[in-house]
C-alpha cells in the first residue's frame, strides 16, 4: 500500500479537533480510524511531520507493518522529531524479534533526543533483557532523575532496580502516577508489591484502578460530535394572551426540509378547546396531517393553524399577576416526528405588561412569560431583573447575574453577546429555575430560601453550555457539570460567602448519601430533584478536580475550543475527553470512566502512626491513604493544627499507594485534617483529633 502526502491550497477548518479525534480514537484501540485521520491530516498539511508519525504509530499498532513503516520515511521527510521516528521504529523492530536492529535504532534515538527520557529508559529496558542489566539500570535512571522524569523509568526502577523499602516503592509509584495518571503500569506494579506485602486491601484496589485504565469506557467507542441538522420549518404565530391563548400560526417548509423531514403529525396542548388545520377543525393533541391540510404557495408548502383555550402542563401558569407558557406543554404546536419550527412571535400588547418570549434551545422550542405591572431593575453595563418584587431583590439578582456573566466571560469570551435578563416569578413553594437564550428564569422560592445566588450562577453557566453549545443527550450529565462547574470557578474567586464546596458536600450528605456514591450517567438517566442536584454537585466537583490535573490554563484553553466546537456541533462526552486531552497531552478517559460509568464518591483516611517531641519542638508522621478504586487524580492537602491555632500544610501523592507526610511543629499537633479546601467530591469525615495516646505510643 503506497502512501502520499500532499497539502492543498486550503487546510480543513477544523484540523485541531480532528487531530484531537484521532488521539481518543488511537487510545481507545480503533487503530485504522486513527490513522485514516491522521493521514487525511497530513494530507491537509496540518503539522505534516507531526501527523504522519501518529498515523504511522496508529497503522503499527494495527499490524499493517509495510504501510506503517512507510509513513515513518514520511514523517521523517517531512520534519517529524529525528529522535521520535527512531523510537518508534526501534519499537516496532523490537516487536518484530530484530533485536540488533531495534538496540541500534534506540540508542540512536536516546542520543538525538534532548534529555534523557522515554528512548533512554526504552534503551534501558532493552539492555536488561538481552543481558546487560547494570548498563541499562543506570539508563533507567538517568531518566527518571530527568526533569521532568519519564514516569515509565520511575516505575521500572521498582520492577527492574534493586529490591528496596516498601515506602520507596510507594513514593516512587505515587510520582509515576502523577505524572502518567492514564497509565496502567504503576497500579499493576503495586498490585504485585502489596500482595507481596500481605495488604489484601490494596491488591484489591490496585487491580480495580489498573483495569479501568487498560479498558476504553463505553463513551470513547461511540464516535465523535456530530454538525447539528440544519433542517428547519418556519413558523409565524400571532398571539393574544389573556386568560387563555387564541393563536394563529403559519408554519412554512421549504422544498428541501419538505423532501428530507415531511411531518406526518402535529402535537399541540389538549388544554386548546377550539383547533383549526388548514379548512379542518381537529381535536386538541396528535392530529394527523394529510395532504388536504397544506398549502402550496410559491414552491413551499404552509400549514395554517388557529387555537383558543387555556394550555396546561409543565410550567403552564394563568392567574392576575402572571402568565407562564412553558415550551415542554406543546403550548405552540409541534411536529412528531418532523423538523424543529423555528417560530416568530407577534404578541398583542396589553397595557401594563410585560412580555419575555423564552426561546428554547436550538432545536427552536419557545415559551412565553407575561408579567403585569411588574417592578424593573436594570444595571447600566450589565444584567437586568424584572418580576414582582422589591427593587433591591431585582438589584440583587441584576448585580449576581452580571457578576457570573463577567466571570465567564473572561474564562470563555463573550459568546453570549449580553448580560442576561433576569425573570423573578411569584412562586414561593418552588426553588426550580431555568435558562433560555438571554433570559433566566427564578422562582421566588429560591430567594426566600436564600439559595438565588448559587442556582443563578448555575443558571450563567448554561448560557454558554447548553443555549450557545448545544448537547447531544448522552451529554446531559456534561452540561449540567459544565454549568456548575461555574459556581467552583465563583468559588475560587471569591464572588460566594461561606464556602460552596463544603457546603456543597455537605449537602450532598444530607439529601442522599447513597445516591452520591452513584454514576454520574446513572444519575442523568434520574428525573427526580435528588438526582438532578446530585448530578449537578457532582458533575461540578468532577470537572473542578480534572481542572486540578489538568492545570487551569490547559482546562481553559480546552474549554474555549471546545465552545468553538458547539456553533457547528452537537457536543459530546468523547469530543470533551479529546479536546481536553489534546490540550494536555494525554488521556483523560480514565478520568471520565471512574466517575461517569462506574460509582464513585473519594474517601481519604489519615492515620497518625508517630508523634514525638518537647517544648522545643514536635515531629508528626501522618499515612495518607485513598481507600476508594476512584482516586483524585491530583496531590492531596494534609493540615495539621497545633495547639495555639497555627496550621502547616502538605501535599501528598496517593493515587496509587499510601503516603506518609512527616510535619515539624513548634508547638504540640492537636489535630489533622486531609482535604481543608474541600477541593474533592468525598466523604466529609471530622478532623482527626491527636491524643496523648498517640504520644505515649511513640
Known amino acids: 500500500m503506497g502512501v502520499t502526502i500532499r497539502t492543498p491550497a486550503a487546510a480543513d477548518t477544523a484540523p485541531d479537533f480532528k487531530a484531537a479525534v484521532a488521539e481518543a480514537l488511537h487510545l481507545a484501540g480503533r487503530f485504522d480510524e486513527a490513522a485514516a485521520e491522521f493521514t487525511s491530516l497530513a494530507q491537509a498539511g496540518h503539522r505534516t511531520g507531526v501527523s504522519a508519525l501518529k498515523a504511522a504509530i496508529s497503522r503499527l499498532a494495527a499490524g499493517d507493518t509495510r504501510c506503517g513503516t512507510r509513513l ?13 521516528v527512531s523510537y518508534v521504529r526501534a519499537q516496532a ?48 535512571r538517568k531518566a527518571a532523575d530527568a526533569s521532568p522524569p519519564d514516569p515509565c523509568a520511575l516505575v521500572n526502577l521498582v520492577v527492574a532496580g534493586p529490591r528496596i523499602p516498601v515506602r520507596e516503592a510507594q513514593e516512587l509509584l505515587n510520582r509515576a502516577a502523577a505524572l502518567a495518571p492514564q497509565r496502567p503500569d504503576a497500579h499493576r506494579v503495586w498490585s504485585v508489591l502489596a500482595a507481596r506485602e500481605q495488604l489484601a486491601d490494596e491488591v484489591e484496589l490496585a487491580r480495580q484502578r489498573s483495569a479501568l485504565r487498560a479498558t476504553p469506557s463505553r463513551h470513547a467507542t461511540t464516535g465523535a460530535a456530530r454538525p447539528e441538522p440544519q433542517y428547519w420549518a ?13 393563536l394563529a400560526a403559519v408554519i412554512t417548509l421549504d422544498d ?13 396542548n389538549e388544554g386548546y378547546g377550539r383547533v383549526q388545520v388548514g379548512d379542518q377543525e381537529a381535536a386538541a393533541g396528535s392530529i394527523t396531517l394529510d395532504d388536504s391540510c397544506w398549502d402550496l404557495l410559491d414552491g413551499a408548502r404552509r400549514l395554517r393553524i388557529q387555537a383558543s383555550g387555556t394550555p396546561s402542563g409543565p410550567c403552564t401558569r394563568f392567574d392576575a399577576r402572571r402568565v407562564e407558557l412553558g415550551e415542554a406543554s406543546w403550548w405552540l404546536p409541534t411536529f412528531e416526528p418532523g423538523p424543529d419550527i423555528r417560530w416568530t412571535p407577534v404578541a398583542v400588547p396589553d397595557e401594563g405588561a410585560v412580555d419575555i418570549p423564552l426561546s428554547g434551545d436550538r432545536r427552536g422550542g419557545l415559551g412565553w412569560c407575561r408579567l403585569r405591572h411588574p417592578e424593573t431593575f436594570s444595571l447600566p453595563a450589565g444584567a437586568s431583573a424584572v418580576g414582582h418584587a422589591h427593587r433591591s431583590a431585582l438589584r440583587t439578582l441584576a448585580t449576581t447575574a452580571t457578576a457570573y456573566t463577567d466571570l465567564l466571560t473572561s474564562l470563555l469570551g463573550r459568546e453570549p453577546p449580553r448580560h442576561p435578563r433576569v425573570v423573578l416569578v411569584d412562586a414561593p413553594s418552588s426553588t426550580f429555575c431555568y435558562t433560555r437564550a438571554g433570559v433566566i428564569r427564578v422562582a421566588s422560592g429560591a430567594v426566600d430560601r436564600g439559595i438565588a445566588e448559587v442556582l443563578l450562577g448555575h443558571e450563567v453557566g448554561h448560557l454558554w453550555w447548553g443555549i450557545r453549545a448545544p448537547f447531544a443527550p448522552a451529554g446531559t450529565w456534561l452540561c449540567e457539570a459544565l454549568a456548575e462547574y461555574t459556581l467552583h470557578l465563583a468559588d475560587r474567586s471569591g464572588m460566594l460567602a461561606g464556602g460552596y464546596r463544603r457546603k456543597t458536600l455537605e449537602a450532598v450528605a444530607r439529601l442522599d448519601a447513597a445516591g452520591s456514591e452513584a454514576a454520574l450517567e446513572t444519575l442523568a438517566r434520574r ?11 457532582k458533575g461540578g466537583f468532577v470537572i473542578a478536580m480534572l481542572e486540578n490535573i489538568v492545570g487551569a490554563d490547559v482546562m481553559t484553553e480546552a474549554l474555549r475550543h471546545f465552545l468553538r466546537l458547539g456553533r457547528t456541533h452537537v457536543l459530546d462526552t468523547f469530543a470533551f475527553a479529546a479536546i481536553v486531552g ?31 517531641g518537647s517544648g522545643a519542638g514536635w515531629e508528626l508522621a501522618v499515612q495518607a491513604r485513598c481507600t476508594t478504586p476512584a482516586v483524585p487524580g491530583s496531590a492531596v492537602t494534609i493540615e495539621v493544627t497545633d495547639v495555639h491555632g497555627a496550621r502547616e500544610r502538605q501535599r501528598v501523592l496517593l493515587d496509587v499507594a499510601p503516603a506518609v507526610a512527616v510535619f515539624s511543629l513548634r508547638a504540640r499537633p492537636a489535630v489533622v485534617v486531609a482535604d481543608p479546601d474541600h477541593l474533592l467530591f468525598r466523604t ?3 478532623a482527626t483529633v491527636l491524643g496523648r495516646e498517640l504520644e505515649d505510643a511513640s
Not at 515513518?72 to 521520535?84: E, K, N, Q
Not at 524479534?97 to 529508559?121: F, K
Not at 418556519?234 to 387564541?246: C, N, P, Q, S
Open 684 to 686: 466529609l469525615r471530622p
Open 234 to 246: 418556519d413558523g409565524r404565530v400571532e398571539l393574544a394572551i389573556g386568560r387563555g391563548v387564541r
Open 256 to 268: 428541501q426540509v419538505w423532501a428530507a423531514h415531511r411531518p406526518s403529525v402535529l402535537r399541540i
Open 582 to 612: 489534546a490540550a494536555y497531552g494525554g488521556s483523560v478517559d480514565w478520568v471520565l470512566q471512574q466517575w461517569l460509568e462506574r460509582p464513585g464518591l473519594l474517601d481519604i483516611r489519615l492515620d497518625p502512626i508517630r508523634l514525638t
Open 527 to 537: 428525573t427526580d430533584p435528588a438526582g438532578r442536584h446530585l448530578l449537578r454537585a
Open 72 to 84: 515513518l520515511d514520511v514523517a521523517r521527510t517531512a520534519g517529524a522529531p529525528p529522535y521520535d
Open 93 to 140: 523492530l523490537w516487536h518484530a524479534g530484530s533485536v540488533d536492529r531495534a538496540l541500534s535504532l534506540m540508542a540512536q534515538a536516546a542520543q538525538e533526543e534532548p534529555s534523557p527520557g522515554r528512548a533512554a529508559n526504552a534503551l534501558g529496558m532493552l539492555l536488561c533483557r538481552t543481558g546487560h542489566r547494570e548498563d541499562g539500570l543506570a539508563l533507567v
